[in-house]
């Protein structure tokens, strides 16, 4: 079984959670990895020394939900797919596959603050407003 992180549009009640109908949540983590966080109408992620965790969701994934996942992000060119390590609610650690700004997409868009000691993209939610 395969594992995803997701953090933005993905995340359960997001414009893009329907892709991941065939896959099981396994629950809210947060990456160990430290990172910046950018949004175009979109949010992403940028490897940051001095950046901060960022909160997600772990959902546990087949073959053909990792290629489509692959499809939407544009993987290799707006993003770059990558395994980390994440810290689930329960206490425990798991390895999941994030997607992380591609060169194309680094950089770009208005810098996400942090909510606390770590990142967490809210909105838009399906239906609502930013």
Known sequence: ????FVY???????????LLT???????AVTLKRYAMRCVG???????PDGFPVMGELYAINGA???????LESE?????RRRVQLRLATGRFAWGFI??????LA???????AAGSALAWHGPVVGGRW
């Open 76 to 80: 290799g060119r707006l993003y770059d």
């Open 8 to 18: 933005g549009t993905l995340k359960e009640g997001h414009r893009n959670n329907h």
């Open 42 to 48: 979109f949010p992403h992620i940028t490897p940051d």
């Open 107 to 113: 950089g770009r868009g208005v810098e996400v603050p």
């Open 22 to 28: 065939a896959a099981r949540l396994v629950g809210p």
């Open 1 to 4: 079984m395969l594992h995803a």
């Open 99 to 104: 997607y992380e700004a591609g060169a194309q």
């Open 65 to 71: 939900t990792l290629m489509q996942l692959d499809h």
